[in-house]
């Protein structure tokens, strides 16, 4: 399978931004994907997690009530098959800066789908986005 980010970028404290994450070469439909972000510094943390099978959600507590995770397919019956998943940010915050990477995980969220750990199998590049005064 295959992540690409995009929508990353300087924006100013309240601003807003939406960040997409294109997923292919993924057969099954039973996956999580979860943003994950890091800044200089820190260790990474998950933001927002998404399960492609029921849609369900889940998110950190920093960013409850101002972003908001959707899902988009193409379609699923082929081996290119393509959900984009969407990230959009409101209200954004200095704290909100960091490097934002999108990874996928088999099966459905659960206590573990914000952390970072080795359930997650591929990974992104990253899109970076920096909330400045």
């Known amino acids: 399978s295959r992540i690409v980010e995009s929508g990353g970028g300087l924006v100013q404290p309240g601003g807003s931004l939406t960040l997409s994450c294109k997923i292919s070469g993924v057969e099954s439909d039973v996956y999580v994907v979860t943003w994950f972000r890091q800044a200089p510094g820190t260790q990474r943390e998950g933001v927002s997690s998404?399960?492609?099978?029921?849609?369900?959600?889940?998110?950190?507590?920093?960013?409850?009530g101002r972003f908001t995770i959707a899902r988009f397919t193409i379609s699923r019956d082929s081996a290119s098959d393509t959900d984009t998943i969407y990230l959009r940010m409101n209200n954004l915050l200095p704290e909100d800066t960091g490097i934002y990477t999108c990874a996928t995980a088999s099966g459905r969220i659960g206590w573990w789908s914000l952390m970072p750990g080795s359930s997650y199998k591929t990974w992104g590049q990253g899109t970076r986005v920096s909330v400045l005064s």
């Open positions: 998404i399960s492609i099978s029921d849609g369900d959600t889940k998110y950190a507590d920093s960013v409850k």
